[in-house]
């Protein structure tokens, strides 16, 4: 049977963190009362027009920098048009023509074969970055056969992030999605937290044998979730190989996951090829961006955004932060990529390190094995540790000192979870778990033993 | 070049507008043709303008709330309300196939 060749491409769609929407100033909040949130041009009342959003263009040029994007200094806005009661307009404003970043890259990395000591890194292109409205919420109410619709999400900014079809598997899908999403949070573009909606992910993919051409993609969408998104890819990698394989075709169509029974499923609402009849917006002009050298001398600052001085600003990435973890700490790759997974375990450990004579090298340990695997176990964030890292720089300042031995420094840790409110030092002291450091004292000990067993210690020096 | 009753249907199901009859349709030929006097001009060398604004100055907003807080202004409108939210049917309700549907174009 000849091989397969899975082939996945991925649109993002991330919030863009700002206080106001896209094209007006009403509130970007997730949870408000239905409709509080929703001006007249968010309405689409008659009359209004948009009026674009400095920060929203901020944060797109901010995340095409990051991912290496070329940023284009004159992009356009387009309507988008197509019917669902969430679309107040019947459009979405968008950027179809000339979007606002393209032609980026961004590297992940992946564990072979689950072992964290083999990582392996590599590369998706980003095709481009568009800036565009949010719609409305949709509330399907079966029973009375009706549709609730909440407008308090439509015009929010979104950033829609284009994925070339680079990666082959889910877990190629799932570890770039999680470099983006860690990405967009250090750079404060996005909050991308997926439960809240701030990050949605559909995913493209179609099958083809090597050296033919590519196959007829699907569409997957409804991922709720990074562990959902690589099962959604999985999945329907595999439905197409085995609809193939049998001889059938695969649809050209959109196909929701269901998280439940862990398929992919038609969906039945899509009325064939839609035709969006794009057209320029009429009500806006194009967003010119400068730089330090094309920045003109007459001009407002407040209506200028330079790319440079955002070029500046940026922090540092991920990819940076793990380099300067390893760096400084001595500690391996692998570890580094776990501490920046894991929300507040990089100042966690920074701060254990600071407070503790110990070598960092040693303190990771504890970090990774017994702290993460505890809090892992009562699936608790780090935040929420009952052993705080001042706490843990204690218990390990004793075992560095050789007060205590490193199986008694387990014994206390597993006190300290109970939080008690006791210190490590009460601790050893309440269970006896110093260790001795007198000679004499030591020698009376092992004195006393020998003489209490005289046959076993006759035995022994008999050999 | 006439307009064939694919691209009228397609145009009724994509805008929800109706023809009517053999004058609306009519009228859409005519006012192609006025548009179509476009293809008359020379543009060779000639950047596509897709707006008269294209050379004004984009106005960017500050990022602060300045507006929203008026559902009850917003539901007036609303024919039906279930606790401030809008109603809407369970889906599209798309425009049933030309076969099916009671209209002069099916004649054509």
Not at chain 1, 365 to 374: F, K
Not at chain 1, 415 to 429: A, F, Q, R, S
């Amino acid at each position: 049977l000849a091989p397969w060749v899975p082939v996945v491409g991925l649109e993002i769609h991330a919030q863009i963190s700002s206080n106001s929407k896209l094209f007006s100033g009403s509130q970007v909040q997730f949870a408000a009362p239905p409709n509080s949130l929703v001006s007249f041009f968010d309405a689409s009342l008659p009359g209004t027009l948009p009026v674009l959003n400095r920060r929203c263009v901020e944060a797109a040029v901010m995340t095409g920098l990051a991912l290496n994007c070329s940023i284009n200094k004159k992009s356009l806005f387009d309507r988008k048009h197509y019917f669902y009661a969430d679309l107040p307009a019947g459009y979405q404003i968008t950027q179809q023509r000339v979007p606002i970043a393209v032609n980026g890259s961004l590297s992940y990395s992946l564990c072979i074969d689950n072992k964290m000591s083999q990582m392996v890194t590599k590369t998706v292109r980003i095709k481009q970055i568009q800036l565009e409205q949010d719609s409305g919420k949709s509330l399907h109410d079966d029973t009375r056969s009706q549709t609730l619709v909440d407008l308090n999400r439509a015009g929010v900014g979104l950033m829609e992030v284009v994925m070339e079809p680079d990666m082959c598997c889910g877990e190629e899908a799932a570890a770039a999605v999680r470099e983006l999403q860690l990405i967009l949070q250090t750079l404060g573009s996005s909050q991308a937290v997926m439960a809240e909606g701030q990050l949605r992910v559909d995913a493209n993919v179609s099958v083809h044998h090597p050296g033919e051409p590519y196959g007829v993609r699907t569409e997957v969408k409804n991922i709720n979730s990074i562990r959902f998104l690589a099962k959604a890819v999985d999945y329907e990698i595999q439905r197409q190989i085995e609809e193939l394989e049998k001889g059938g075709t695969i649809l050209n169509e959109t196909r929701a996951f269901d998280s439940k029974l862990g398929c992919t499923v038609t969906m039945r609402d899509k009325e064939g090829k839609q035709d969006y009849r794009f057209m320029p917006e009429p009500n806006l002009p194009p967003l010119i961006l400068y730089d330090t050298k094309s920045l003109p001398a007459n001009l407002n600052h407040q209506q200028v955004v330079n790319i440079d001085c955002i070029h500046e600003r940026l922090p540092d990435l991920p990819s940076v932060k793990r380099a300067k973890l390893v760096e400084r700490y001595g500690i391996l790759p692998e570890h580094s990529f776990t501490l920046l997974n894991e929300d507040g375990l990089t100042e966690f450990f920074e701060t254990v390190v600071k407070e503790t004579r110990m070598k960092p090298k040693k303190v990771i340990g504890w970090i990774l094995n017994d702290l993460l695997s505890y809090l892992k176990q009562h699936s608790l964030t780090v935040k929420e540790s009952p052993v705080s890292s001042f706490l843990l720089a204690d218990l390990l300042n004793l075992l560095e000192k050789k007060e205590i031995s490193s199986t008694a420094a387990k014994q206390v840790l597993a006190e300290l979870w109970k939080g008690e409110g006791k210190t490590p030092l009460e601790i050893v002291k309440e269970k006896k778990l110093e260790l001795i450091q007198d000679q004499n004292e030591l020698e009376h000990i092992c004195q006393a033993v020998i003489d209490g067993q005289e046959n076993e210690v006759i035995m022994m020096v008999l050999g | 070049q006439e307009v064939t009753v694919e691209v009228l249907d397609h145009l009724e199901r994509l805008a929800l507008v109706d023809f009517r009859d053999a004058e609306g349709v009519e009228r859409l030929q005519k006012a192609i043709g006025f548009a179509d006097q476009l293809h008359e001009v020379n543009t060779d060398g000639v950047e596509p303008m897709d707006s008269v604004l294209e050379d004004r100055c984009l106005y960017l907003r500050e990022d602060d709330v300045t507006e929203g807080n008026c559902t009850n202004e917003l539901l007036k409108n609303a024919r039906e309300k279930v606790e401030e939210y809008f109603v809407a049917p369970p889906g599209n309700i798309p425009l049933p196939k030309l076969e099916e549907r009671e209209t002069f174009l099916q004649g054509s």
